[in-house]
């Protein structure tokens, strides 16, 4: 089993490299822009290694690209023309990536980004795969799919050691214990929590977000959801959509905790938005591969950030009091001339990464926190 991540801290030397982030989050900045080397590349996936030290990309051009979080900077590209290229995860075992194919077939690709060669190829989706999870504890990890299934690999294993029939399970996750699964049918509007060790029995709780959907986002009821997270304290879940919020669930109860309130929403090119994309409309395999959503929590537990629709990013603190609606506005506003369509919150150091056209790397500004720490 991985150990616990430590008290995350930030990457680079001086005043922030000690504070937390609570003290931190309202100064961080873009710090690395990585531009892309196609006109028409789009991120659609990002994750960290266990370490924290390598952020893996997937991109609408079929290639994943490997970054170094401490040196930012670019240290492999994996080209995969022949089968596409979506929803890049990290393994346990150091530069082995998963990801879904998308194209020839649908099978899960095994690879070593050591060497750019296959381990091994998961068989058995007839559909395409949306959704990766690999668990905290070992190396068995689930995948959701186009064709109404959920299958959990043993990553020594060419076939699924399981298979759950489901109506359109779009997302999964384990919590941080791997204790519990978590998977998500947007068109029930329903999250499914089974024990993991009995996982092929009925689900011990079905968490209906059918009346929390009518109520806050309802041009986007039972469509649009973008992502299914567990805090790392196990005590709250994220359900993130394209819409103007996400909603976020005592993990325990499925009680709605706060349904967090954005101006626009991400997917501003959409008939119900009433906007135009001021960059360019989705391309093919954008739209047919869309992102695995534009929210996280930060691995405090005590922050989720989400892109804001155009540009930069929201920051909701969940010990804020939403209104009596369940309603909470975004705390923290950070700034950003590009799009975040993805983001995803380092689990060992004070950074982020979110993607979009570029890639970029947001941690706290050093000036910005001499600044606060001045007034403080």
């Known amino acids: 089993m991985p150990p616990p991540p430590p008290p995350p801290q930030a990457p680079q030397a001086g005043r922030g490299a000690q504070l937390t982030i609570a003290e931190t989050i309202d100064t961080f900045r873009p710090a690395k822009i990585f531009k892309p080397d196609a006109t028409h590349k789009h991120v659609t996936s990002l994750d960290f290694d266990d370490t924290g030290e390598l952020c893996v990309t997937a991109s609408t051009d079929e290639s994943l690209t490997i970054y170094n979080c401490k040196e930012a900077k670019t240290v492999n590209q994996c080209i995969s023309k022949k089968y596409g290229a979506h929803l890049g995860r990290f393994t346990h075992h150091a530069q082995s990536v998963l990801y879904a194919s998308t194209k020839v077939n649908d099978d899960i690709r095994y690879l070593s980004t050591h060497d750019n060669s296959f381990l091994r190829y998961f ?62 049918s947007t068109i029930t509007s329903n999250v499914l929590l089974y024990d993991s060790r009995y996982w ?110 155009n540009t930069g990013l929201s920051v909701w603190d969940l010990e804020a009091h939403p209104d009596a609606e369940q309603r909470l506005g975004p705390t923290y506003e950070l700034e950003s001339k590009g799009r975040a369509s993805v983001v995803g919150f380092n689990p060992r150091w004070n950074l982020f990464a979110s993607g979009d056209r570029e890639c970029v790397f947001w941690i706290p500004d050093e000036a910005l926190l001499e600044s606060k720490m001045a007034v403080d």
């Open 200 to 309: 092929k029995e009925a689900p011990f709780a079905t968490f209906d977000l059918l009346p929390h959907e009518r109520k806050h986002s309802p041009l986007r009821a039972s469509t649009g959801w973008t992502g299914l997270e567990f805090s790392n304290d196990g005590k709250s879940m994220l359900v993130s959509t394209s819409g103007h919020g996400h909603f976020v669930l005592d993990a325990f109860s499925g009680e709605l905790k706060a349904f967090l309130y954005r101006r626009f929403p991400a997917n501003r090119g959409s008939p119900d938005t009433g906007f135009n994309d001021p960059y360019e409309q989705l391309d093919e395999r954008r739209q047919k591969f869309p992102s695995q959503g534009d929210a996280c929590f930060s691995p405090d537990g005590r922050f989720v950030l989400a892109g804001m629709g």
């Open 123 to 184: 068989s058995g989706h007839t559909g395409q795969v949306t959704s990766l999870s690999l668990s905290p504890a070992n190396d068995t990890f689930l995948s959701s799919s186009l064709d109404d299934t959920v299958r959990l690999w043993d990553i020594r294993a060419q076939h699924a050691t399981g298979i759950l029939n489901l109506k359109s399970p779009y997302f999964t996750a384990y919590d941080p214990a791997a204790t519990v699964i978590a998977i998500a």
